[in-house]
C-alpha cells in the first residue's frame, strides 16, 4: 500500500490556497484565513507550516495527535470535531474527503488538465487498466498508467513503486502525469481506496465497473457493504462523462437504472452496446469477433478465457468512449502481450503447467474453467489460501475446488515453518469429503507434490502467485517465485528445458527450495 500522505504547491514559493475558499462548508475556529502550501494527513511527517489534516484511521485517530502535529511545525488543523489546541481549527464532516480536496489543489488540480480514466470493479482490474493503456499507446495519445502489476514506475524514480491508493499519493502522481505532459492516465481503483475517499478531490472523464462480487468481505463486513462500496466510484465521475459496465454482471446491470450520466454496457450473454462471440481457442491464443454497433472486427488475443474476452471488451468500450476508432482498439488490445502469472502456460509437455495469481472463489473459476476446457485429462490445482478472507468465501471455495478439480492441494503463500491452519480448516468445511484434499502448509512442498502425481495429459494449476523473500548465504533477499519451482521441479523430473525457451536463464536446483 502506498504511505504518501505529504503533498505541497507546485505553485511558485510564496503562493498558496486559500482553506477557506478550498473548505466553504468548513467551521472555523481562530477567526482568520489560512494559506495553504503544503498539507499532510500523518503527525509523523509534518514538516513547520504544514496544513495537518486529522483522519481517523483502523489502528489510530488522527485527532488524538493534533498537538504532536502542532509541536512539529503544523500551522493549521482540518479535522471532524474540535479540538483542545491553539492553532487555528476547521471542522469538516468528513476529515478524508477534505484531505483528497486540498491534495489535488496544492498538486495543480491534475484532473483539470487530464483525460482521466478509473477502473474498479472485483476482478480484472488490472488487465483491463494495461488494455486500456496499450489502446491509448497505438492510439499515439501520451498516457501513463498505475496498476498493482506495474506500479506507477515510468514516472515515479523508484524500483518497485506500490500503486497510488490515497488521496495524496493519487494526488501526486496525477500531479507528476500532468507535469510529464502526459494527455490521459489510468488508474486502477480497489475497494479499499474507495472505501477511505482516496478518490476525493479526482474527477473522472471515464469509471470502469467491471464486475462486482463478494469480496473483502472480512474488511467490508457485508455483501451488500462492499457493493455500495464499489458503486461509489461514480461521485467521481464527471457529469459529462461516461460508465463502462458490464450487461452479465447481475449487480453492474442494476445500476443502469439509478445512474444519469452516459453509459456503456459491454456483454456476452446480455444485450449490450460492446458484445463478442468466440470463434477459436487454442493453447496460447484465441479468436473472437467484437461488434460495437454496426461495427465488427475479429479480435487475436495471447490471452485465453472468457474472463479475458470481459476483458477486452470493456477495454475497447474505454477506447471507443475516448473517440477511438474500432480497427485501433483491436490494435491496442493485440499488442499488449501475456503477463505473468495471468493464466500464464508455463509448459505443455508431458503435462500443462498454469500459473495464475488468482486466490478468491471468482478468480479460480475463471481459471479453473479455461484450463478445463484444454485438458483432456485431470485438473490438479494448488490453491492459495488467503487468511484475510471470510469464513463463508473460505467455504464456498473449498466447495469450488471439490467441484471442479480433480486434485486440490491446499498451501499458504510462504515457506516458512510458521503456519495458520485455521483458514485452511474453513476450506475443508466447504468439502463434503473433506479427506480429498491435501494439505500441505509448505508452499514450495506442496507445489512439488502436486507436480508429483500429475500425468501426461493432465494439468496442473498453481494458483495466488506465491513469492517468498529468503536470503542466500547472508546476501541481500532475492525473491523465489512459484514459476522458479516449477521450472526446477520439471528441469530435474522431465529433463531441461531447451535453449529456445526464455525461461531457461532462471532454473534452480529442486534443493533450492527445500527448506
Given at each position: 500500500m502506498s504511505t504518501q500522505t505529504w503533498v505541497e504547491t507546485q505553485q511558485v514559493p510564496g503562493w498558496g490556497y486559500s482553506l477557506r475558499k478550498l473548505l466553504p462548508q468548513a467551521k472555523s475556529v481562530g477567526g482568520r484565513d489560512v494559506?495553504?502550501?503544503?498539507?499532510?494527513?500523518?503527525?509523523?511527517?509534518?514538516?513547520?507550516?504544514?496544513?495537518?489534516?486529522?483522519v481517523e484511521g483502523s489502528h489510530e485517530d488522527g485527532h488524538d495527535f493534533a498537538q504532536n502535529a502542532i509541536d512539529q511545525g503544523a500551522s493549521a488543523i482540518v479535522g471532524e470535531r474540535l479540538l483542545a489546541v491553539s492553532a487555528p481549527q476547521f471542522i469538516v464532516?468528513?476529515?478524508?474527503?477534505?484531505?483528497?480536496?486540498?491534495c489535488h489543489a496544492l498538486s495543480g488540480n491534475p484532473c483539470q488538465h487530464l483525460r482521466t480514466i478509473g477502473v474498479a470493479g472485483t476482478d480484472g482490474k488490472t488487465v483491463i487498466s494495461l488494455?486500456?493503456?496499450?489502446?491509448?499507446?497505438?492510439?499515439?495519445?501520451?498516457?501513463?498508467?498505475?496498476?498493482?502489476?506495474?506500479?506507477?514506475?515510468?514516472?515515479?524514480?523508484?524500483?518497485?513503486?506500490?500503486?497510488?491508493?490515497?488521496?495524496?499519493?493519487i494526488a501526486h502522481w496525477l500531479g507528476s502525469v500532468m507535469a510529464a505532459g502526459r494527455s490521459h492516465?489510468?488508474?486502477?481503483?480497489?475497494?479499499?481506496?474507495?472505501?477511505?475517499?482516496?478518490?476525493?478531490?479526482?474527477?473522472?472523464?471515464?469509471?470502469?465497473?467491471?464486475?462486482?462480487?463478494?469480496?473483502?468481505?472480512?474488511?467490508?463486513?457485508?455483501?451488500?457493504?462492499?457493493?455500495?462500496?464499489?458503486?461509489?466510484?461514480?461521485?467521481?465521475?464527471?457529469?459529462?462523462?461516461?460508465?463502462i459496465l458490464n450487461a452479465d454482471?447481475?449487480?453492474?446491470?442494476?445500476?443502469?437504472?439509478?445512474?444519469?450520466?452516459?453509459?456503456?454496457?459491454?456483454?456476452?450473454?446480455?444485450?449490450?452496446?460492446?458484445?463478442?462471440?468466440?470463434?477459436?481457442r487454442q493453447l496460447g491464443l484465441q479468436t473472437f469477433?467484437?461488434?460495437?454497433?454496426?461495427?465488427?472486427?475479429?479480435?487475436?488475443?495471447?490471452?485465453?478465457?472468457?474472463?479475458?474476452?470481459?476483458?477486452?471488451?470493456?477495454?475497447?468500450?474505454?477506447?471507443?468512449?475516448?473517440?477511438?476508432?474500432?480497427?485501433t482498439v483491436v490494435a491496442g488490445i493485440e499488442r499488449l502481450q501475456p503477463l505473468p502469472v495471468r493464466l500464464e502456460c508455463l509448459s505443455s509437455h508431458p503435462f500443462s503447467v498454469w500459473l495464475d495469481s488468482g486466490r478468491r472463489t471468482s478468480q479460480l473459476a475463471a481459471a479453473i474453467q479455461t484450463i478445463g476446457q484444454e485438458t483432456r485429462r485431470r485438473l490438479h490445482v494448488v490453491a492459495t489460501i488467503d487468511g484475510r478472507s471470510g469464513s463463508d468465501q473460505l467455504r464456498h471455495l473449498g466447495h469450488l475446488l471439490e467441484r471442479v478439480a480433480d486434485q486440490v492441494t491446499l498451501t499458504q503463500d510462504r515457506a516458512e515453518p510458521c503456519y495458520d491452519y485455521e483458514p485452511m480448516h474453513q476450506v475443508l468445511d466447504g468439502f463434503e469429503t473433506p479427506g480429498q484434499a491435501m494439505v500441505i502448509p509448505n508452499r514450495w512442498r506442496a507445489i512439488e507434490w502436486a507436480l508429483s502425481q500429475a500425468e501426461p495429459g493432465d494439468a496442473v494449476l498453481v494458483a495466488g502467485d506465491g513469492r517468498v523473500n529468503v536470503a542466500v548465504d547472508g546476501e541481500s533477499p532475492c525473491w523465489i517465485t512459484?514459476?522458479?519451482?516449477?521450472?526446477?521441479?520439471?528441469?530435474?523430473?522431465?529433463?531441461?528445458?531447451?535453449?529456445?525457451?526464455?525461461?531457461?536463464?532462471?532454473?534452480?536446483?529442486?534443493?533450492?527450495f527445500r527448506p
Open positions: 494559506l495553504v502550501t503544503s498539507c499532510c494527513g500523518n503527525w509523523r511527517e509534518c514538516r513547520p507550516n504544514d496544513l495537518y489534516v486529522a464532516e468528513d476529515s478524508r474527503i477534505a484531505l483528497g480536496t486540498i488494455l486500456i493503456d496499450s489502446i491509448l499507446r497505438h492510439a499515439n495519445l501520451n498516457c501513463a498508467a498505475a496498476t498493482s502489476l506495474r506500479g506507477a514506475s515510468d514516472l515515479w524514480d523508484q524500483e518497485s513503486p506500490d500503486i497510488p491508493d490515497n488521496s495524496p499519493s492516465a489510468v488508474l486502477e481503483i480497489s475497494s479499499l481506496t474507495l472505501a477511505q475517499h482516496g478518490l476525493a478531490g479526482a474527477q473522472l472523464d471515464v469509471a470502469v465497473l467491471g464486475n462486482i462480487r463478494r469480496d473483502h468481505l472480512a474488511f467490508h463486513g457485508t455483501a451488500e457493504n462492499y457493493r455500495d462500496v464499489q458503486s461509489r466510484v461514480l461521485k467521481y465521475l464527471r457529469p459529462d462523462g461516461t460508465l454482471d447481475p449487480t453492474s446491470r442494476r445500476l443502469l437504472d439509478v445512474v444519469d450520466v452516459p453509459a456503456l454496457t459491454v456483454g456476452i450473454h446480455q444485450p449490450a452496446e460492446i458484445t463478442a462471440s468466440l470463434l477459436d469477433l467484437l461488434t460495437a454497433g454496426g461495427d465488427s472486427a475479429v479480435v487475436s488475443t495471447a490471452m485465453i478465457g472468457k474472463h479475458h474476452i470481459y476483458n477486452c471488451l470493456t477495454a475497447a468500450a474505454v477506447g471507443l468512449a475516448l473517440g477511438i476508432d474500432l480497427p512459484d514459476r522458479d519451482v516449477c521450472q526446477a521441479w520439471l528441469s530435474n523430473r522431465v529433463g531441461p528445458r531447451t535453449d529456445d525457451d526464455p525461461g531457461n536463464e532462471s532454473i534452480h536446483r529442486l534443493d533450492d
